[in-house]
């Protein structure tokens, strides 16, 4: 049974100003313009603003999508000109995404060498093993993948964990989409942090959701032993991966494991919980306790390849199913076990789809600084989907949220978008409109970008991390957060007797909450599934759609038990 997927993207997010009368949101001033030109005829409004974006022309590409329909495009064609009212908000907010997307660019970067050049050497040099995303172009189709919260474990009480010590993403095998969580032994060791618990979890949830094949690339010391207390004993901590990896397998969902490393404690029960493993001579090592230990506990020397080596798991212990001589070898074997799998990829038949009329660069003067920089959401919107074409549902209704089907390189979608604060008519609106996709079975792509007062969060209510959407995404401008901290006023109120003291108190809340609301904040916490460039969210979309519909072409039939090792 396939289910409709909810993607989510957080253009903005951010709290409103409690100074700010509802009435005088930019948004709804620009609300007002962006109605008044649409009313118009495009010629009759020549000059006014930019026009299309110079150089963009419609263009028509080929996409792999089963079916679309013709009739799209007739779906009206949306204004997205860039008027000259809206100029000063447009370039105050370019100003913000540079900023913010320079930063993201460093973090991400930085997060690109693992646990830094030092670690690197002792791992590729001394140990002979490859590095971890060296591994994942063996192992994938392509070398592109949709990684998943690479600014995981950034910043954290416990310091900085790049990528939270696993690379999560997913990309194609043999054409077949797949979840892969891949240890990254250059940050101590492979070990797992909280966060790296939770960022496998989350990838395991994702496979469940869109039955993923899961992929495991184990190369981990285990438990990171100073926080043993916040990642094993607990429901959801380290146990749950291990119980989840049953669950997927009684689910029909396979999994499979190369041992790259060391799988020591809890690294080891990974590989031999998946129902097909390779292990890779003089590299990969599997035991619950290591050399050190058995010395500890029996007095004897052994080597770690007689206690747990790849000759030994595939010879004697019968744990690893596939020994390869080599990294090279064990990732063409996990290739040729998953064309075993009997998994059938999203049928690749040709289809032409439009592409937007205005450019996604322009995204970055549309993602707003904050709520009151927000401009109309069909400008987002146009810059989105095939042709600019948006057949929109109950437009006169509920302004504040804009609803209706498009497509996204030629898969069609239904579109939750806030444009104002969510009234009582656009909520009613919404709660129809939900109900007409899942009647048809269409995907929902929702952009917020609300207000939250204290007393009604409605940005995590509409389709947060608690609505399990398949996917959600932020912007690097997005702010997650109850109220909007740079409004706040950090001035005693009349009356009160200590000045000084409250005013400090107050100046130290509003940091720790604007600290608290950024993008990376969230995305380091696992909150949302990644920081994407406005620029690049069309494609990202795409993915997403494209992996969510693979489970269509499963042929499930009913099986209540895992597959057991005997
Ligand atoms: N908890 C915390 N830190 C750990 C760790 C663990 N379980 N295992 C390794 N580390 C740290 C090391 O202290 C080292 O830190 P440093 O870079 O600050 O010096 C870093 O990880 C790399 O370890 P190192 O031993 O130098 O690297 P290696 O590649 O030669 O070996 C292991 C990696 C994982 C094979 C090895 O460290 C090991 O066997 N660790 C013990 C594993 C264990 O017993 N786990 C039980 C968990 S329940």
Redesign the pocket.
């Known amino acids: 049974m396939w289910n409709p997927a909810a993607l989510c993207c957080r253009t903005a997010a951010s709290a409103r100003s409690p100074l700010l009368p509802r009435s005088h949101t930019l948004n709804r001033v620009f609300g007002r313009e962006y109605d008044a030109l649409c009313q118009q005829p495009a010629q009759g409004v020549q000059g006014e603003g930019l026009g299309r974006t110079p150089g963009v022309l419609p263009c028509r590409s080929v996409s792999s999508k089963a079916k679309y329909r013709q009739y799209a495009q007739t779906y009206p064609v949306l204004d997205g000109r860039i008027l000259s009212v809206y100029r000063h908000v447009f370039e105050e907010n370019l100003r913000n995404s540079e900023a913010v997307v320079k930063r993201y660019s460093e973090l991400l970067e930085m997060v690109r060498k693992g ?1 830094g050049d030092k ?1 690197i050497w ?2 590729t040099q ?2 002979k093993k490859m590095f971890v995303r060296e591994r994942l172009k063996l192992l994938l189709d392509h070398e592109s993948f949709l990684e998943l919260s690479p600014l995981a474990g950034l910043n954290m009480p416990y310091g900085d964990v790049p990528a939270a010590g696993c690379l999560t993403g997913i990309g194609r095998i043999c054409g077949v989409w797949c979840v892969f969580m891949a240890n990254d ?1 250059t940050v ?4 797992i942090y909280p966060i790296g618990v939770k960022k496998q979890l989350r990838a395991q949830e994702i496979a469940m959701q869109n039955r993923l094949v899961a992929v495991y690339l184990v190369d ?7 926080l ?1 207390a916040e990642l094993f004993p607990d429901k959801s901590h380290g146990g749950r991966v291990f119980y989840n990896e049953a669950i997927m397998s009684a689910m029909r969902i396979p999994q499979v494991a190369v041992v790259c ?2 799988c ?4 080891a029960y990974v590989p031999t919980m998946a129902e097909e493993t390779v292990i890779i001579d003089k590299i990969g ?1 599997l035991f619950l ?2 050399p ?2 058995v010395k500890a506990a029996t007095g004897e020397y052994v080597s770690p390849e007689d206690l747990g080596g790849a000759r030994l798991h595939s010879h004697v212990s019968g744990c690893s199913d596939h020994f390869a001589s080599s990294e090279k070898e064990a990732y063409e074997c996990i290739r040729n076990v998953i064309s075993t799998l009997n998994y059938d990829p999203l049928p690749e038949e040709a289809v032409e789809h439009d592409s937007p009329l205005y450019s996604p660069d322009e995204l970055l003067g549309l993602a707003p600084r904050d709520y009151r920089c927000t401009l109309p959401v069909k400008l987002i919107l146009s810059r989105l989907l095939d042709g600019s074409r948006f057949q929109e549902f109950k437009a006169n209704y509920g302004m504040t949220l804009v609803t209706g089907f498009g497509h996204v390189e030629g898969h069609l979608v239904g579109i939750v978008a806030n444009n104002g604060e969510l009234s009582h008519d656009a909520s009613l609106k919404g709660s129809h409109f939900v109900q007409l996709c899942s009647q048809r079975s269409i995907p929902i792509l929702f952009f917020q970008n609300t207000a939250p007062q204290t007393a009604e969060p409605t940005s995590t209510s509409q389709c947060g991390r608690s609505f399990s959407p398949n996917f959600l995404f932020l912007w690097p401008n997005a702010r997650v957060a109850l109220v909007d901290s740079r409004h706040l006023s950090t001035v005693p109120q009349a009356g009160d007797s200590d000045h000084g003291g409250e005013e400090a108190e107050l100046k130290e809340l509003k940091e720790k909450l604007e600290e608290e609301s950024s993008a990376f904040y969230s995305s380091a916490r696992l909150w949302d599934d990644g920081i994407i460039l406005p620029q690049n969210t069309r494609k990202v979309i795409a993915d997403c759609l494209k992996i969510t519909e693979q489970q269509k072409y499963q042929v499930v039939s009913p099986c209540q038990h895992p597959v057991m090792r005997m």
């Open positions: 646990g670690a002792r791992h001394r140990n032994a101590k060791g492979g070990t981990s010391g285990g438990a990171f032993l100073p043993q490393g060391s020591v404690a809890g690294g090592t306790a290591g050190p230990l």
